[in-house]
């Protein structure tokens, strides 16, 4: 079981961005795409996850045997696909409980309820996790929240909704040192509570020294054009990303 990518090649607004992407990503494994800015790791993210702006051109992109690209926005969540976005949305009017229960019930089985003690004891398991006070829970969606508090109510629902992979697109930009902290300590209660994979997008490297992260890939100009291990973090951190510009 995995989610494999190959040569994908995407447009935005007649630009191509994705210029060939082939990826793999077995059941269970951390993945890390890095970049500069610009080099279209967002854009994946959201070709992957059926944002309509964007346009696939050529290529394949599979979800454990399932063609991805030939499924709805809902229907590749409901396979399992997460995407914790890099700017969350406001949502007015709506609080984080009913969002969220809402978000959980419709993972459950056709006809099935999810029972209000049921969902307040697993949210409340998870925030404590993350160190959230309860009364986040009557806030609307995102509505007035800081940086921190939009990435720590994005893993949130990351934990709750338990995926089979998950897509985390710059969750650690703009954050300081205590938030990083929190968002990598929600990354691991999801590693430990769940057998999925993930693939953490980011141009950073403070948030990945702190996870075991099984593959690293550089990704420039809509191209990745070197994989490793988690070495190639440090070396990252240390030479930054000139020398793969140049190289490309």
Known sequence: ?????????????GTEILKGINL????????????????GKSTLS?????????EVTEGEAWLDGQNLLDMSIDERSRAGLFLAFQYPMEVPGVSNANFLRAAMQARMPHGEELDAVTFYKTLYAKMDQLGMARKFTSRAVNEGFSGGEKK?????Q??????????????????????????????????????GSLLIITHSTKILE?????????????KIVKTSDSSL???VNENGFAAYESAE
């Open 24 to 39: 793999e990503i077995p059941k269970g494994e951390v993945h890390a795409i890095m970049g500069p800015n610009g080099s």
């Open 1 to 13: 079981m995995s989610l494999v990518i190959k040569n994908l090649h995407a447009n935005v607004q």
């Open 210 to 222: 702190a996870l075991p992260v099984d593959y690293t890939h550089i990704m420039v100009n809509g």
């Open 158 to 195: 990351m934990l709750l909704l338990d995926p089979l992979y998950a897509i985390l697109d710059e969750t650690d930009s703009g954050l300081d040192v205590d938030a990083v902290r929190t968002v990598s300590k929600g990354i691991e209660a999801y590693r430990k509570q769940s057998k």
């Open 152 to 156: 720590r109510n994005e893993v949130l």
């Open 233 to 235: 973090i440090e070396e």
């Open 46 to 54: 959201k070709v992957l996850c059926g944002h309509p702006d964007y």
